[in-house]
């Protein structure tokens, strides 16, 4: 939904570029739940992600 692999997302959480949502404990297993407005403030936080539909330019 951001536009990012889940790898660079991991890195720029790492590197405080990105304000994740907290960590939320489901089934014993530590994960961070996104709503929409976590995703908008995400997408603000690093301004060359337009939108989560990146495609392949046609050749």
């Given amino acids: 939904m951001i536009g990012l692999h889940r790898v ?3 890195q720029a959480i790492s590197q405080k ?3 994740p949502p ?3 404990t489901v089934g014993g297993v530590r994960i961070r739940l996104w709503t929409r407005k976590d995703v908008e403030r995400a997408r603000k936080q690093l301004p ?4 989560g539909r990146r495609r392949r330019k046609k050749k």
């Fill in 8 to 10: 660079n997302l991991q």
């Fill in 22 to 24: 907290r960590l939320t």
């Fill in 48 to 51: 060359k992600i337009k939108d």
């Fill in 17 to 19: 570029r990105v304000t």
